[in-house]
């Protein structure tokens, strides 16, 4: 798997090497000032990338309005870039298949790569991300920006209190029966997935939302 332990992901040097389209090319200018260190040497200014994860009623919504509201960056809502037919499959209880999902995992990173570019010190985005193999396709926005950390957050509470919420909720396309489905090919973080930070979602919200922002200051003491 891909490794963040440092800001410049294994590989990158040859990834480097190769020609890159003009778009990521300027991303990589971009973020090139950065802090001088106490030796004088300069550390690329890193950014942040914050993906809000797990199955439909988990609170990913919820939690990634209030990070991103009280961290002042950009969030994206993953619900609202499926293509129509995605929205017309899952509205009427139909279970997206891998193939459904790609396209949307690759616009999603798109637009968290393009928030940075644009200045953006951090993104929030909103994201089911219920297979390892779709968590992959979201860490390749680090190939893209060598700047940018990314951390899952993983949103875990037991299916029946997530029907609950799903059928309580109003003004939302997704039903009550893709708890289920979700569940079902959900793949729990592995624990050698590092970049995964595991929140109990079956809290209150209040406690929920304040618990994520602390694991999340945390993470941005430790990372700068
Ligand atoms: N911790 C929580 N406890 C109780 N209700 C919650 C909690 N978090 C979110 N909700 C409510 O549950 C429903 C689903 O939350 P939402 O943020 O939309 O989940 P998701 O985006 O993961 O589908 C919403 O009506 C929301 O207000
Ligand atoms: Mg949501």
Redesign the pocket.
């Known amino acids: 798997m891909l490794s963040y332990d440092s800001a410049v992901p294994n590989g990158q040097d040859q990834a480097a090497a190769a020609p890159l389209p003009s778009a990521s090319v300027n991303s990589v200018a971009a973020t090139a000032t950065g802090a001088v260190m106490a030796d004088g040497q300069t550390r690329p200014q890193q950014h942040h990338l914050w993906l809000i994860t ?1 199955p ?8 990634a309005e209030h990070l991103a509201s009280a961290l002042d960056i950009p969030y994206i809502e993953g619900d609202l870039f499926h293509p129509q037919a995605n929205i017309d499959k899952m509205s009427s209880g139909v279970p997206l298949t891998d193939a459904d999902r790609w396209d949307w995992l690759t616009v999603l990173r798109k637009e968290a790569n393009s928030r940075i570019r644009e200045g953006a010190a951090g993104v929030v985005v ?1 994201c089911s991300a219920l297979k390892l193999k779709y968590r992959d396709v979201i860490r390749v926005a680090a190939y893209w920006d060598r700047s940018l950390l990314i951390h899952f957050i993983f ?1 875990h509470a037991p299916a029946e209190m997530l029907l609950k ?2 059928t ?2 109003k003004g ?1 396309y ?1 039903g009550a029966n893709m708890v289920k489905s979700q569940f079902d090919i959900l793949e729990r973080p592995r624990e050698d997935e590092i970049d995964v930070i595991t929140v109990d ?1 079956s ?3 209040h406690e ?1 939302k304040e618990d994520a922002l602390e694991r999340v200051k945390a993470m941005l003491a430790a990372e700068g």
């Open positions: 797990g439909a009623g988990c609170g990913k919504t919820t939690v909103a949103l919420r799903v309580a909720r939302h997704m979602a809290r209150d919200a929920v």
